[in-house]
C-alpha cells in the first residue's frame, strides 16, 4: 500500500487515488483495446458492476468497524470495477493491519468486484441492524457527530435525523437511491430483518467514519508540521513520517520547513532528504555543530540519527556533499569543534 495512503488512513481519511496504482491503471484496456486510460473504459461497464461493488465493500468496512462518509463513497463510485477492485483491497488489507489482523484478507466475494451479486444490500443491511441493536448511537454519514442514526430505507445507510428525515428529498443522500414512501427508515422490527438479532456480531460496537481526502498534499503538510515543532526527540515511526513527506513532496516540502527545528534528530532527516535531492543550502540554515553533521551522516547512511547504535554500513558521499559538510565544520570555533567531535570518538 501506498506509504502516504497508509499515513493519511491512520487519521481516518483515505485519498483513492492513492490506492489505485498508476502502472496498474494504465494496464487496463479501454474497450476493444482502444489503449484508453481505465477510467475511460468505466463508461463501457455496467454502471451497476460498480454500484454493487461498493455496497459489498461497505459490507466488508463494516465487518472491520468502519463506514464511509458521503463524499468518499461517491469518490469511490466513480471508479471503475477494476480500479474498485484494486483500492477495496488494499484499504480492506490495511485497515485490518491496523487492527492487528495482520492476514491477507479474503474479500467476501473472492473475485470482487467481478462476482459480487446484485444482492449485495440485504447482505449490508443485515450487518448494519447488527450494529445498531448493540448500539444506536453511531456517527452520522453526513455530518459525523455521534448520534442516534437511522438507516435509510431501503438502503440502510446511517444519518441523523438533524441532517436528514426524508420529508423533502425523496432519495437516499448517501448513494441516491429512491426512499420507501411509506417510511424513509428502516426498523429492526421489520420481518425481513429479523434475523439479523441472531447473526454472529463481529462487528465493533461503536463505528469509525472513514473520510475523502481530496488534496493529499495540504493533509501532509499539516502532518508534517506538528512532527517539526516537536522539541522531544522523535519516535522511530514519526522520523519515517517526516521523511516520507519531505521526500514525496519536494521541492514544495522545502518550503513547509520553519525557520528552526527543535529536535536535532529531526532535523537530520530533513536534512537528509535535502541532500538526497541535491539541496546543500539547507545545511548552512540547520546544521551548527559536529554533532549534527554527525547525525545527517547517520541519517544518510541507514543509520540512527539518534546516535543510539554504530552505523550498519559506512557509504561514500558524493564530493560536494562532502565538501559541504565540511565546509559547515570550518565555521565551528575550534573549541567547541573539538569538544563536540570527542563527544563520539567512534
Known amino acids: 500500500m501506498d506509504r502516504l495512503a497508509e499515513l493519511l488512513l491512520r487519521q481516518r481519511l483515505v485519498a483513492p487515488d492513492l490506492l489505485v496504482s498508476a502502472v496498474e491503471r494504465e494496464a487496463v484496456p479501454g474497450p476493444e483495446g482502444s489503449g484508453r486510460s481505465s477510467r475511460s473504459s468505466r463508461l463501457s461497464r455496467p454502471l451497476a458492476t460498480v454500484a454493487d461493488g461498493v455496497v459489498a465493500l461497505e459490507a466488508d468496512l463494516l465487518q472491520l468497524g468502519h463506514v464511509l462518509s458521503a463524499p468518499l463513497r461517491v469518490r469511490l463510485a466513480e471508479l471503475d470495477a477494476g480500479e474498485l477492485g484494486q483500492a477495496g483491497r488494499r484499504l480492506v488489507s490495511a485497515l485490518s493491519a491496523q487492527l492487528g489482523g495482520r492476514v491477507v484478507h479474503a474479500p467476501l466475494f473472492r473475485r470482487f468486484p467481478e462476482s459480487v451479486p446484485a444482492d449485495t444490500v440485504d447482505l449490508f443491511v443485515r450487518r448494519v441492524f447488527s450494529v445498531l441493536l448493540q448500539r444506536?448511537?453511531?456517527?452520522?454519514?453526513?455530518?459525523?457527530e455521534m448520534a442516534a442514526v437511522h438507516p435509510v430505507s431501503p438502503c440502510a445507510h446511517l444519518v441523523c435525523r438533524a441532517c436528514w428525515d426524508g420529508a423533502d428529498y425523496s432519495a437516499c443522500p448517501i448513494c441516491h437511491r429512491r426512499i420507501d414512501p411509506g417510511d424513509p427508515f428502516l426498523r429492526p422490527a421489520d420481518d425481513v430483518y429479523a434475523p439479523a438479532v441472531r447473526w454472529n456480531g463481529r462487528v465493533p460496537e461503536t463505528l469509525t467514519?472513514?473520510?475523502?481526502?481530496?488534496?493529499?498534499?495540504?493533509?501532509?503538510?499539516?502532518?508534517?508540521?506538528?512532527?517539526?515543532?516537536?522539541?522531544?526527540?522523535?519516535?522511530?515511526?514519526?522520523?519515517?513520517?517526516?521523511?516520507?513527506?519531505?521526500?514525496?513532496?519536494?521541492?514544495?516540502?522545502?518550503?513547509?520547513?520553519?525557520?528552526?527545528?527543535?529536535?536535532?534528530?529531526?532535523?537530520?532527516?530533513?536534512?537528509?532528504?535535502?541532500?538526497?535531492?541535491?539541496?546543500?543550502?539547507?545545511?548552512?540554515?540547520?546544521?551548527?555543530?559536529?554533532?549534527?553533521?554527525?547525525?545527517?551522516?547517520?541519517?544518510?547512511?541507514?543509520?540512527?540519527?539518534?546516535?543510539?547504535?554504530?552505523?550498519?554500513?559506512?557509504?561514500?558521499?558524493?564530493?560536494?556533499?562532502?565538501?559541504?559538510?565540511?565546509?559547515?565544520?570550518?565555521?565551528q570555533a575550534l573549541p567547541y569543534l573539538i569538544e563536540d567531535l570527542h563527544r563520539y570518538p567512534a
Do not use: K, N, Y
Not at 448511537?137 to 459525523?144: D, K
Not at 540547520?286 to 552505523?311: I, K, Q
Open 136 to 144: 444506536p448511537e453511531q456517527p452520522c454519514v453526513l455530518c459525523g
Open 209 to 331: 467514519l472513514l473520510g475523502l481526502c481530496d488534496d493529499p498534499a495540504a493533509r501532509a503538510r499539516d502532518l508534517l508540521g506538528p512532527l517539526l515543532s516537536r522539541q522531544a526527540a522523535p519516535r522511530a515511526e514519526d522520523r519515517a513520517v517526516v521523511a516520507e513527506i519531505v521526500d514525496r513532496f519536494w521541492p514544495e516540502s522545502a518550503g513547509w520547513l520553519p525557520e528552526r527545528i527543535p529536535a536535532r534528530e529531526t532535523r537530520a532527516v530533513v536534512l537528509a532528504s535535502a541532500v538526497r535531492h541535491g539541496d546543500l543550502g539547507l545545511l548552512t540554515r540547520h546544521a551548527d555543530t559536529a554533532t549534527d553533521v554527525l547525525r545527517l551522516l547517520h541519517a544518510l547512511m541507514g543509520g540512527d540519527p539518534g546516535l543510539r547504535a554504530r552505523l550498519p554500513r559506512r557509504t561514500s558521499l558524493p564530493r560536494p556533499v562532502r565538501r559541504a559538510l565540511l565546509a559547515v565544520l570550518d565555521r
